[in-house]
């Protein structure tokens, strides 16, 4: 099963309650580049400071905003998918 994980060519910040992530390329900040998450993206980003299943990502959700699998799955996924095509998450493969 897939495991999702930060990438390590960005750094984060909290600042104000607000999630902030700047992509590094060729070790300079891209300022350019710079993503700011909501409350929901920002557990799911503090969730992947280690590498962890959409599931389980989607369970921590559920328990904390006691919402239900069906309504949360599709966000996490897409918000998976967005922060993938950018750079910002990788996978990890199967764990054994």
Known sequence: MERYVRSTSVV????????LIVPVRQGVGDLSSIYSLNEVAS??????AEPRTRTEIVQ???Q????P???VEPDVESF???MRS???V???GASA
């Open 69 to 71: 699998s069906g309504q």
């Open 90 to 92: 990788s996978t990890q």
């Open 12 to 19: 984060s910040r909290v600042i104000a309650g607000e999630t």
């Open 60 to 62: 921590l959700l559920e």
């Open 43 to 48: 557990l799911i980003w503090q969730a992947i």
């Open 64 to 67: 904390e905003f006691e919402a």
């Open 80 to 82: 998976l998918g967005e």
């Open 86 to 88: 950018a750079g910002l």
